[in-house]
């Protein structure tokens, strides 16, 4: 398959690439080296994810987001086209992670102890925080554990949140698998467009189910292979129709009260739902302090 660079070629004379490292559902992705800030990650947005995703409100929220220096945010420093061989590419650069992502952990681990999961929790809310803070509010539109950064540079693990709005694309009909993907995490109102700080809230609560349990909340059966991003979006529709079991079922170390924490980010009906990470960051603090 042909890549968009090859190691060595050189973006707007300031960004020379170092190596591919993955593909997404909105482009391609690579180690560049800056010419004075040294090693970034640049993203190159695919034609169809450009023509298709709202590119003004991501490189309206991408601005806001180049201001905010923060520990549990993977820093953006520029929003950027370039053209190759005639054709114009929109780009995104973004700091480098010296570790890997939540998902590739817990395809390790499985499961995380308690306290871990509740210290990479705290740090992914803490950044949605900042910018559930903002005015008007980001919402990151993707949380899941593929955006969720774990940096080792420190004695402390910490959790970074990553690509902020590029769940904005529409181009779910070649990418089924990924929407399957992509649909687990999201919350009942997305189904219908509507993304709201809640959205995101109740993505993290899967997350968090997700790190103590092992498992998602609900099962859902995709594995006569649905037809199209439709059929999954109603299986998961109605996988969700029953309560999921609180988490201690499946996780000795989980109290009642973190029980009830994670059910009520879960909650299907926005107004019982935490309505920020504030919100739901505050709850988890308060339970650690009670223990």
């Known amino acids: 398959m042909s890549r968009i660079f090859s190691k060595g070629d050189l973006i707007n004379d300031t960004y020379t690439v170092q190596f591919f490292i993955g593909q997404g ?3 391609e992705v690579y180690r560049v080296s800056h010419k004075y800030l040294g090693t970034l990650v640049l993203k190159v947005f695919k034609q169809e994810y450009t023509r298709q ?15 905010l220096t923060h520990p549990n945010i993977v820093r953006v420093f520029e929003t950027n086209t370039f053209e190759k061989s005639g054709v114009s590419y929109f780009f995104m650069t973004m700091g480098f992670v010296s570790g890997e992502t939540l998902a590739q952990l817990l395809i390790r681990k499985i499961s995380l102890p308690v306290p871990i999961a509740l210290s990479i929790q705290k740090d992914l809310l803490t950044g949605l925080h900042v910018v559930h803070s903002q005015t008007p509010p980001i919402i990151h539109r993707d949380i899941s554990p593929d955006n969720v950064l774990l940096s080792y540079e420190g004695e402390k693990t910490v959790a970074m949140l990553s690509d902020f709005g590029l769940a904005q694309f529409a181009d779910y009909e070649s990418q089924i698998a990924r929407a399957a993907g992509k649909y ?7 189904f219908w467009d509507t993304y709201v700080p809640a959205s995101d809230i109740f993505s993290a609560g899967i997350v968090l189910y997700r790190m103590i349990t092992g498992i998602h909340p609900w099962d859902y059966n995709f594995d006569d292979g649905p037809e199209n991003p439709e059929d999954i979006a109603t299986r998961i529709i109605s996988a969700r129709k029953h309560a999921p079991k609180r988490p201690s079922f499946y ?23 935490f309505h920020n990470a504030g919100e739901f960051l505050e709850a988890l603090t308060e339970l650690e302090t009670s223990v």
Request: hydrophobic residues 50%; glycine residues 4%; aromatic residues 8%.
């Open 184 to 190: 687990i995490y999201f919350a009942p109102e997305c």
């Open 53 to 67: 995703a709202d590119i003004e409100t991501i490189v309206r929220e991408a601005k806001i987001l180049m201001k």
């Open 25 to 27: 559902a909105f482009g």
């Open 251 to 273: 996780a000795d170390g989980c109290s009642a009260l973190l029980d009830d924490v994670i059910l009520k980010a879960l909650q299907q009906d926005l107004e019982y739902r």
